[in-house]
């Protein structure tokens, strides 16, 4: 009988004692023990955001009209449709220059972006939209220099990179307006902040 108390408390003791070390071990190691630093290579494939109003952050690489034709009608016509005009999954990527001012807008890259950057961008991060990015800098340039240019917004000789693709005007650039709902005010805050 006694013994038998004896070894229950043994049991018990043993049984604190591990659970004590254990939370002390846990709360000695500061970062956790796993995974390793993140390189900058590592970094460089998700850091492809671009200052869309001057072209900052976009890449060396160019890609004219012509290429741009090809390329589209290799990867991206079956959803966009011949010319960009609408296909089976998403509607015309032309024309609509101007009717904000009417009762049927319709958006399109020519008609909304007010930067020509922001096709590259988009086309860059999530087309074709069954192999996002699986194109070259060289092709994105180029089939964004052959949806401007059905736009009417460069010339069917255009060759497009880095430095000619923010000189694009793009017709909608002075269209949108600064929010200005008293909630949109507040000051940007870096540090010390409260
Ligand atoms: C599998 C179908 C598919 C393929 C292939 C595809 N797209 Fe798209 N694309 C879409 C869909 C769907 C949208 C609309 C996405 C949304 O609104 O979220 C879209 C949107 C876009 C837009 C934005 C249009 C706008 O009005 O702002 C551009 C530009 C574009 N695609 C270019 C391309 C290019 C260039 C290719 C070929 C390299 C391509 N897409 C291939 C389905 C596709």
């Given amino acids: 009988m006694l013994s038998h108390k004896f070894a229950g408390t043994l049991a018990l003791l043993v049984f604190v004692s591990l659970a004590f070390e254990a939370a002390h071990a846990q709360s000695q190691s500061s970062t956790p023990r796993f995974g390793r630093s ?3 290579a590592d970094i460089a494939a998700w ?3 671009i200052r869309t109003s001057d072209g900052k ?3 060396s690489g160019k ?3 012509g290429e741009g034709k ?3 009608a290799a990867q991206c016509v079956a959803c966009h449709g011949e010319d960009a005009k609408g296909g089976s999954t998403y509607g015309t990527m032309v024309g609509g220059i101007g009717s904000f001012t009417t009762n049927t807008r319709v958006l399109t890259p020519g008609s909304m972006y007010p930067y020509a950057p922001i096709l590259f961008d988009y086309i860059r991060r999530a087309m074709p ?3 996002p990015q699986t194109l070259s800098a060289d092709e994105v340039y180029a089939v964004s220099a052959y949806l401007l240019n059905l736009n009417g917004l460069v ?3 255009a060759v497009m990179d880095a430095a000619r693709l923010a000189q694009v005007q793009m017709p ?5 307006m600064l929010d200005d709902r008293p909630d949109t005010k507040s000051l940007r805050c870096m540090s010390n902040c409260r």
């Fill in 172 to 176: 909608n650039r002075n269209g949108f």
């Fill in 63 to 65: 890609g004219s009209v």
């Fill in 129 to 131: 939209m069954d192999r």
């Fill in 38 to 40: 993140i390189s900058e």
């Fill in 57 to 59: 952050g976009l890449p």
């Fill in 47 to 49: 850091n492809i955001d």
């Fill in 70 to 72: 090809a390329l589209y």
């Fill in 155 to 157: 010339p069917a000789d």
